[in-house]
Structure formats: C-alpha cells, structure tokens
C-alpha cells in the first residue's frame, strides 16, 4: 500500500501568524488548539492540510517546492487582487494579454506560490 501525503510543511518564523494568513487565502481553518505563539500551526481545507512550524532559520533562497492555486468562483486576476489585499506580494506577473499564463506571489514570510486560471477561465 503507498504512503499518503498528510500534510504539506511549511517552516517560517511566525507559525500562527502564517497560518492564519494562509487560512484566509484558502478559506479554510486553524486547528482549534493553535493559538499565537505556538510553535506549530495546522490549517485544514477542502483543497489540502498545511502544517507550519517555526524554526530559527531565515528564509533565504527561492522555494524547491510551492503552491499552485486555482481560484474558485473568482477569476485568476481576482484572486490576484484579493490575495494582494490579504497582503501577498506580486514576484512576477506572467499573465499574458491572451489570458494564459499565471502570477508569481509571495506570502507574507516571502514564500513563492502561483495563481493559475479559473476552472472556468481554462475552459473558453
């Protein structure tokens, strides 16, 4: 029988703090018992369960691994913004006039993710 991936980790300074912001970009939840401060932090969502642990190490290379985001009910350039308000920041912006291509953001840790099209965007 194969394993199965439970969580995906993410290491970082802050691991409620980041936790939180990526709850909010996924609509998902903390776990009940994480609380400011704690060393670790669990957001469940429909989409998949990232666990966040602090560690003394800065960030300072480009991730080996990141996120890849497909907006749900909102299309790329939406999400975009609404990820920037939640306060993302853009790395590279390769959207391309025809409506492919994705965006390159940050966290607020300065970990990488993209944001990909809309089911619905993919299928004009």
Request: net charge negative; aromatic share 4%; with cysteine.
């Amino acid at each position: 029988m194969a394993s199965l991936v439970r969580h995906i980790t993410i290491d970082c300074a802050d691991a409620y703090r980041l936790a939180s912001f990526w709850a909010e970009v996924l609509d998902g939840s903390l776990a009940a018992d994480d609380h400011p401060g704690d060393p670790e932090a669990t957001v469940d969502s429909a989409g998949a369960a990232l666990l966040f642990i602090t560690v003394p190490e800065r960030k300072i290379v480009k991730n080996r691994v990141h996120l890849d985001l497909q907006p749900q009910g909102r299309t790329r350039d939406e999400e975009v913004e609404r990820l920037l308000a939640l306060g993302a920041t853009m790395v590279d912006d390769l959207r391309r006039p025809d409506g492919t291509g994705w965006a390159t953001m940050a966290d607020i840790e300065g970990n990488e993710f993209c944001v990909e099209r809309s089911a619905v965007e993919r299928g004009r």
